[in-house]
Nanobody
Framework: QVQLVESGGGLVQAGGSLRLSCAAS????????SAWFRQAPGKEREFVAG????????AYADSVKGRFTISRDNAKNTVPLQMNSLKPEDTAVYYC????????????????WGQGTQVTVSS
């Protein structure tokens, strides 16, 4: 079992930056494929970014390419998401997720989830 806890959300002006963190307990997150999803009010949960294990290849939603960066910090057992040039449409609850095996952009493929952290971008 892997327990995931997100942190780092908050209120930021458009054009600003935030760094989210997904901290794991129970097992090392370095052995899991990890991803960030987000869900805005009235919308379905959508894939934001993911990092595969093994190999470390990454994938991003088109809407965040060039602005967001996912990485892995094995020493801290975390998966950070650096978010730059934030836009009001990035406002959502951001969730960390993990699974074994390949990287997918479909939320139902993930076994472990955090409780989410709110990101609000004002215009």
């Amino acid at each position: 079992q892997v327990q995931l806890v997100e942190s780092g959300g908050g209120l930021v002006q458009a054009g600003g930056s935030l760094r989210l963190s997904c901290a794991a307990s129970g097992r090392s997150l370095s052995s899991y494929t990890s991803a960030w999803f987000r869900q805005a009010p009235g919308k379905e949960r959508e894939f934001v970014a993911g990092i595969r294990w093994p190999g470390g290849s990454v994938a991003y939603a088109d809407s965040v390419k060039g602005r967001f960066t996912i990485s892995r910090d094995n020493a801290k057992n975390t998966v950070p998401l650096q978010m730059n040039s934030l836009k009001p449409e990035d406002t959502a609850v951001y969730y960390c997720a993990a699974k074994t095996g390949p990287l997918y952009d479909t939320s139902r493929m993930y076994d472990y989830w955090g409780q989410g952290t709110q990101v609000t971008v004002s215009s």
